[in-house]
């Protein structure tokens, strides 16, 4: 046993040595390589932001500017001074802690004018340790002639200091655990004896029985032998373990912790027992298009989609979608299915085919010249027309069969049905299906009934959304003028004190659920997070501009997002508060859409035009007011524009909810930035800090924007706080809990009678 113990504690120690050692060894390189980086950073950022002005300053031979320029730049961490050398490598001015330093040029300076760019190197002067990093100074109004370089000059003695603490402090770790491992491993051998082997098959005897809580610590297990003949009912206690997990989990998830996907999966698997939930929706979440002779999955950007796929890879149900992808029909099997995402299957997708009509008609036709209009208050007048109507009802048709196969030898299906695209379709599948519980969410706002009133099929609409067990709606008013419309369209008993339309012997409920966005817990000390403020060097680089305060707007190219009014709100801001000039860039991100219809292909040369007007009227050669992105952005570029942004502006003129502005804040790990908000957005009765303004009132907005950027940063960050937490506890899973647990939980009413029939009817009749 003693020789034993020797061998044990001499190879712990060496193990725990050379394993210390060695992690010391990575990470004084990972440290040193970090601090290095760090500092050229900083070095290249500060040459840079000086550059333009001292170049002003010398070829205006201002030299009280040039000395005021540098001083306001001179307290920087680790700065120990900045020179300025004229063309011939001749030091011209330097900052009095340089005076005694750069005696003479350092060969970077000449290195750099020689090569016209910018070069930083380490360099040991003497004791000192530096970082020089030297930019190119040039004639800005002439033909661009080296006026000379601006060499900016850092202390990096603290790096070596830092390694050396790195490595005393790894030494000493290294030694304090040697110490206790050492002690602790002759307790544990001395201890390791037939008793805690035996008290430990005893405990574990008890804990398979029930007789001991799965909270008490097992005893010390060194020797397997005497635990044997516990293994071969290991297995069966396992299995009774995970049962009882969870059924815990189950009485977790009715408290009031956050919805996360894992809770939201034991939530619908209980409500739904033994049936099955179908999403349908217009737009499908996974689209196939060819690149030359193979083809690429691409993922649609679309807030519908981030707000149903979580739910969907949660339960492992069916979303049915048109399959608009030039390359869907070669990637589904024999019934039109696959299994998405591609790399992580978690759900199965059904597409169905339409055909270029019956797409022209129904979805650009009716669904976007028609209904898009009629329910939004955007002063765009709606276009009915008659084919339009037939081919609308034709797809709602193609749809329900498709429904009604996915559901065929299904007990108990949920379906729910997504948007305007849709609203026959759920007294198509109530009449084959009464058993089916179906809902609808409208994810636009729903008109008083004058404005609902101009559609000629108001009825035939009425009467299909009411097939519903539920509608839902972003807002309670839009669900109150709903129930109005019904009421003074249809013939039909209003519950107003349950919210709910009872026609032909039918209940229909009709309630709000605010819908949202994943929240994604971060991590701000992630060691592997780009910094904000380099974030924003890097976008601001990209765009070729210089500027102090970005403003961001994300939307789809529409007429309701309000973006030729929010462009002249900017425009308004710079005539009123004119140092915002050359210091406020606006990015617009604008996602073409709908380009098919002249109102949207018209709409887009009129942002276009109104950017390039307001830019020609304010820009220099540096800056310009508006940098209008024209083109489909990814989740992961959107999402570097929201954190290097100081504001957000979702300036609808009618929205149901607007994705854009609780995707804003759960971008912000930071807490920091500003939400301008339009008042006709559903997300306005959420966000109760947001700046809300009335995007028609451009002086309004123009002040909110002032405001937003000369906010305290304290009020900013409580601001930014309190509505990431509304996003946080109401996320996408609490809005698809919700939804479908309200749908679950609704009493159907079906007689023999209703069940007879609706087997007898077909939706293509």
Same mark, same amino acid.
């Given at each position: 046993m003693r020789l034993f113990s020797a061998r044990l504690i001499v190879s712990l120690i060496v193990g725990?040595?050379?394993?210390?050692?060695? /992690?010391?060894?990575?990470?004084?390189?990972?440290?040193?390589?970090?601090?290095?980086?760090?500092?050229?950073?900083?070095?290249?950022?500060?040459? &840079?932001?000086?550059?333009?002005?001292?170049?002003?300053?010398?070829?205006?031979?201002?030299?009280?500017?040039?000395e005021r320029t540098v001083k306001r %730049?001179?307290?920087?961490?680790?700065?120990?001074?900045?020179?300025?050398?004229?063309?011939?490598?001749?030091?011209? %001015?330097?900052?009095?802690?340089?005076?005694?330093?750069?005696?003479?040029?350092?060969?970077?300076?000449?290195? /750099?004018?020689?090569?016209?760019?910018?070069?930083?190197?380490?360099?040991?002067? @003497?004791?000192?340790?530096l970082h020089i990093y030297v930019v190119p100074l040039h004639r800005p109004e002439d033909d661009g002639a080296l006026l000379g370089g601006l060499a900016i000059v850092n202390d990096a003695g603290y790096i070596p200091d830092q390694i050396r603490g790195i490595w005393r402090e790894t030494f000493l770790s290294a030694l304090v655990y040697v110490l206790i491992i050492t002690v602790i491993t002759l307790l544990i051998v001395r201890w390791s004896i037939a008793g805690p082997i035996a008290r430990t098959a005893q405990w574990m005897r008890a804990l398979r029985t029930g007789r001991v809580s799965v909270r008490q610590h097992a005893p010390d297990l060194q020797l397997f032998r005497p635990l044997a003949r516990e293994v071969a009912t290991l297995t069966e206690s396992l299995n009774r373990a995970r049962s009882a997990a969870e059924n815990e989990?189950?009485?977790?998830?009715? /408290?009031?912790?956050?919805?996360?996907?894992?809770?939201?999966?034991?939530?619908?698997?209980?409500?739904?027992? &033994? @049936?099955?939930?179908? +999403?349908?929706?217009?737009?499908?979440?996974?689209?196939? +298009?060819?690149?030359?002779?193979?083809?690429?999955?691409?993922?649609?950007? /679309?807030?519908?989609?981030?707000?149903?796929?979580?739910?969907?890879r949660a339960c492992d149900g069916t979303w049915i979608a048109h399959g608009s992808g030039d390359a869907d029909l070669q990637t589904v099997d024999a019934h039109d299915r696959l299994r998405v995402p591609p790399d992580d299957p978690h759900y199965t997708l059904r597409r169905v085919w339409l055909s270029k009509s019956e797409e022209e008609g129904y979805y650009y036709g009716f669904a976007n010249e028609g209904l898009w209009p009629l329910c939004h208050i955007a002063h765009t007048r709606p276009i009915f027309r008659a084919s339009d109507w037939e081919h609308y009802q034709a797809v709602n048709y193609k749809f329900a069969r498709a429904v009604l196969d996915e559901i065929e030898d299904v007990t108990n299906p949920v379906v729910l049905i997504q948007d305007y695209h849709f609203a026959l379709l759920p007294e198509l599948i109530k009449r084959s299906r009464p058993d089916a519980r179906v809902a609808i969410f409208w994810h636009i706002p729903w008109p008083n009934p004058e404005a609902f009133g101009i559609c000629p099929w108001q009825r035939e609409l009425l009467d299909g959304l009411l097939g519903a067990d539920l509608i839902g709606f972003h807002i309670q008013s839009h669900c109150n003028n709903f129930l109005q419309t019904v009421d003074r369209a249809l013939e039909s008993r209003i519950e107003w004190e349950h919210f709910a339309v009872r026609r032909l012997d039918h209940l229909t409920k009709v309630k709000p659920f605010p819908i949202s966005v994943d929240f994604a817990e971060e991590h701000p000390e992630d060691e592997a997070r780009t910094p904000t403020y380099l974030e924003r060097a890097a976008l601001l680089k990209s765009l070729s501009i210089e500027a102090t305060f970005i403003g961001l707007g994300v939307d789809r190219i529409d007429y309701t997002k309000g973006i030729p009014e929010r462009f002249l709100a900017i425009e308004r801001l710079l005539e009123k508060y004119p140092y915002f000039q050359g210091q406020f860039t606006f990015i617009q991100i604008g996602a073409p859409s709908r380009t098919h219809i002249k109102r949207y292909h018209d709409l887009l040369a009129e942002v276009e035009a109104e950017a390039e007007r307001i830019n020609w009227r304010f820009q220099t050669e540096k800056w310009k007011p508006i940098v209008f992105l024209s083109r489909h952005h990814t989740h992961e570029e959107v999402n570097g524009y929201y954190r290097a942004a100081d504001l957000c502006l979702v300036t609808s003129l009618h929205d149901g909810m607007n994705l854009v502005a609780k995707e804003f804040l759960a971008a912000r790990w930071d807490e920091r930035g500003v939400l301008v908000l339009s008042c006709f957005t559903g997300a306005a009765r959420e966000l109760l800090d947001a700046l809300v303004v009335n995007p028609y009132d451009i002086d309004q907005t123009a002040e909110a924007i002032r405001v937003g950027l000369e906010m305290d940063p304290e009020e900013k960050q409580l601001r930014m706080h309190r509505m990431r937490k509304v996003v946080r506890e109401h996320n996408v899973y609490h809005w698809a809990g919700s939804l479908i647990e309200e749908l679950c939980q609704l009493r159907l009413d079906i007689s023999t009678d209703s069940k007879e029939k609706g087997k007898a009817v077909s939706p293509v009749a």
């Open positions: 725990i040595t050379l394993a210390s050692l060695s /992690s010391a060894y990575y990470q004084v390189l990972v440290e040193r390589r970090g601090m290095r980086k760090d500092l050229e950073r900083r070095a290249e950022v500060l040459g &840079e932001s000086l550059a333009g002005s001292v170049e002003h300053d010398l070829d205006k031979g201002s030299t009280r500017s040039l %730049f001179g307290n920087r961490e680790h700065l120990i001074g900045i020179a300025i050398y004229d063309q011939g490598n001749k030091l011209t %001015f330097a900052t009095p802690e340089l005076a005694s330093i750069l005696k003479t040029t350092p060969p970077i300076v000449v290195q /750099s004018l020689q090569e016209n760019q910018g070069i930083g190197s380490f360099q040991k002067l @003497g004791d000192l340790r989990a189950r009485l977790r998830e009715a /408290s009031v912790s956050l919805w996360t996907a894992d809770r939201l999966a034991v939530h619908v698997r209980t409500l739904l027992g &033994e @049936g099955r939930l179908l +999403v349908v929706s217009n737009r499908e979440p996974y689209l196939h +298009v060819r690149h030359g002779k193979s083809w690429e999955v691409i993922v649609p950007p /679309s807030g519908l989609v981030t707000a149903l796929e979580p739910v969907l």
